[in-house]
Nanobody, 129 residues
Framework: QVQLVESGGGVVQSGGSLRLSCTAS????????ISWFRQAPGKAREGVAC????????FYADSMKGRLTITKDNSANTIYLQMNSLKPEDTAVYYC??????????????????????WGQGTQVTVSS
């Protein structure tokens, strides 16, 4: 059974940092593109980053480029999203996601959320001004 569990969210002051984790079970993160999305209240879900551990490619959305680093820990079957220089407008629920069609694919863009079948429950990030 495919499962994704996010953790690491919290409340941080503007300019601060957080590291989110996405731990997978039921499949290996080595084989699938893993993407991160966020959704702020009243807004559409937005893709912010992805990683392909099969070929090492990564992608970052312009909205957070330069402030994000996505990495992997194969032994823990976990993907991390390091977020720096956080702003109040980064406040959102952050989700990781994948799909069976992303097997051994490169990460060139995140795409629409409708493309993804498997989602975690999300972790809240709140940035105070």
């Amino acid at each position: 059974q495919v499962q994704l569990v996010e953790s690491g969210g919290g409340v941080v002051q503007s300019g601060g940092s957080l590291r989110l984790s996405c731990t997978a079970s039921g499949f290996s993160v080595d084989d699938y593109v893993i993407s991160w999305f966020r959704q702020a209240p009243g807004k559409a879900r937005e893709g912010v980053a992805c990683i392909s551990t099969s070929d090492g490619t990564t992608f970052y959305a312009d909205s957070m480029k330069g402030r994000l680093t996505i990495t992997k820990d194969n032994s823990a079957n976990t993907i991390y999203l390091q977020m720096n220089s956080l702003k109040p407008e980064d406040t959102a629920v952050y989700y990781c996601a994948t799909d069976a069609t992303l097997y051994r694919r490169s990460c060139v863009r995140v795409g629409t959320s409708a493309y993804y079948k498997y989602w975690g429950q999300g972790t809240q990030v709140t940035v105070s001004s």
